[in-house]
Structure formats: C-alpha cells, structure tokens
C-alpha cells in the first residue's frame, strides 16, 4: 500500500490506504473474538465493539462535515448508540467497510484545489484554527496536559 494510485491525488491516496490498513488490522486482530469477547468492558475500558462502532461512526459523521453538511438525526442516535452491545463482529465490520466506501467515493470526488481550503466541523463550525484555540495547553495527538503521561 504505497505509492500513487491512477487517478487519485497525492494528497489523497494516503487516506485510501488508510482505510485499507485498518480494515485488515481490524478483521485480523478480532476475527478470533467472540461476540462475548467484543462487547467485554475489561477494568470498565471500551469495548472492542464499541471501538469499532465508533470508527465508523466517526468516518461518517467527519466526511459529512466535509461535504459542508450538519449531522442528520440517524447520525447523532447512533452515536448516542455506539456502547450499546449486541452487533456481531461482522455486522460490526461492515459498518466500517460501509463507512469507509462511503468516505472513499467522496474522498475520490474532492477537487485537489479544495484541500488546503479552510473546513468547518461540528455545531459550532469550528475550524482548524479554533479546534486548535480550544486544545491549548493539551496535547494535540491525545489532549493531555504537558507533561502528563
């Protein structure tokens, strides 16, 4: 997974990958669970199901924030359904296959001139800029406090 792919962007082409890197890792790294096993909460941390729900849920509601929409009601339930348990692992993984093709069809679509244009996310529209006021004094890869490990 490397190098450029024909008719694809530069920019783009890592994105492509990486959704392709984490639908494997993902299907070989849990293909073994049971459903028990993915919605277990060991010393109350996430679920693997609840990790996986959330990846495509995340997918999904970032790439509709990039088509310069606001989250539909569906998105905003299931988020609030993401811990539920009960989903197989393979209802679970297509979820975030379908996630990813969705995100990949648009990421195609994007006009290269658009990349470096400034985006605004969430309710509150925030852009990189205010994201980035919002985080200060945080890390901005895990959002921890300097210094704090």
Same mark, same amino acid.
């Given at each position: 997974m490397a190098g450029p792919i024909p008719g694809v962007h530069a920019l783009i082409a890592p994105v492509l990958y990486s959704f392709q890197q984490a639908r494997e890792d993902t299907a070989k790294c849990s293909g073994w669970l049971t459903t028990e096993q993915i919605w277990a909460t060991p010393h109350g941390f996430g679920s693997v199901g609840f990790h996986i729900w959330h990846i495509a849920g995340s997918v999904d509601r970032l790439i509709t924030y990039l088509e310069g929409k606001q989250l539909f009601e569906a998105q905003m339930a299931a988020l609030l359904a993401e811990k539920e348990p009960g989903a197989t692992l393979e209802e679970l993984l297509a979820a975030m296959d379908g996630a990813f093709h969705r995100a990949e069809l648009v990421a195609r679509a994007i006009e290269p001139a658009r990349l470096? #244009? =400034? !985006?605004? /996310? &969430? !309710? #509150?529209? =925030? %852009? +990189?800029?205010?994201?980035? +006021? /919002? *985080?200060? *004094? !945080? %890390?901005? %890869?895990? &959002? !921890? %406090?300097?210094?704090? /490990?």
């Open positions: 470096t #244009k =400034l !985006r605004e /996310v &969430g !309710r #509150k529209r =925030l %852009s +990189r800029q205010d994201h980035c +006021r /919002v *985080g200060e *004094g !945080r %890390s901005a %890869s895990f &959002g !921890r %406090s300097p210094g704090i /490990v």
